[in-house]
C-alpha cells in the first residue's frame, strides 16, 4: 500500500463516521414529536412527570400560542418558569423572565423534560474582589479620601 492508497482509504474512513443522532431515553426526536404530550409524560422522571400531567393543559395553551405568535414573527415571551419542554417545542427561540429581563433561549433535544426556570437563572452569580479602605482592621484608620 503507498501514500495515495492510504490517504484515499482515510477519507473513505471519515464519510463513513456520521455524526450520532440524538436521542432521548431511546426515542428520536421524530418519534418524539409524533406523540401526545401525555404519552411522552411516560418518559419521565416520577417529578417532573407529575408536573407536566398536572399542568398539561397551560402546557398545550402555550404550545398553541407560540405557534401563532411564530406564524405572525413575533418574539415568544413567557413569565410561565414551571412548563416543562416537551417534544412539541423543540426548535422554538422564546424568552424567559428571570425576574429582571427576558432571557433568550433556543430549545433543542437536550431541554427535553427540564423546566422553563432552569434554563434562565434568578440570581446573579456573586464575584467577590479585593476588600476596601475600612473594611478590615489593617485599613481601619487610613483616611477615606
Known sequence: MDFWDREEQEEKNKMEIKKKEFTYR???????????TREFAKY??????RSLLRNFQKIEEFVNES??????NKPIKTHLRSLIVVPKMIGMKIQIYNGKSFIPIELTGET????FGEFSLTRARIKHGKSGIGATKGTKHKAKK
Open 67 to 72: 405557534k401563532e405568535k411564530t406564524s405572525k
Open 44 to 49: 419521565l422522571k416520577s417529578r417532573k412527570r
Open 112 to 115: 427535553l423534560g427540564h423546566s
Open 26 to 36: 431511546g426515542k428520536t426526536i421524530e418519534e418524539l414529536k409524533g406523540m401526545d
